[in-house]
């Protein structure tokens, strides 16, 4: 694949990936009215058990670059996560920032297993 191609499909399944993680961190918090930031905890684990399914399969380098860094890249998101876990330390909810880092941490890790797991099935 052209460098051409794989920069445009970067920015263009970067883009998808994106619009992916804001309606389903819309969609999640609207359905789990909390204080606590489930809307990115659902998209950053659920972007976990993708990734780790997409890093068990046999895919070339640049299927990896689109499917892995445009996209989930793009899905995902560790400064919201750092910014959410931030706001709740300023607000002196110290246990729900805590929770956010180690919840987070351990759903994240277990989901990518399983999708690795998952992929190796195939």
Known sequence: MTTFLVWTGVALI????????????????????????VGTLAVNVS????????GGLALSKDAALLTGTAFVGAYTTFST?????????????TWAAAANVVVSVVLGVAAALLGQWLAEQL
């Open 14 to 37: 970067g883009g998808i990936g994106s619009v992916a993680r804001f309606l389903a961190d819309r969609w999640v918090t609207r359905r789990v009215a909390r204080p606590f930031p």
């Open 81 to 93: 996560w750092m910014l959410e876990t931030q706001r709740l330390g300023e607000e002196r909810r």
């Open 47 to 54: 972007g976990a058990a993708l990734l780790g399914f997409l």
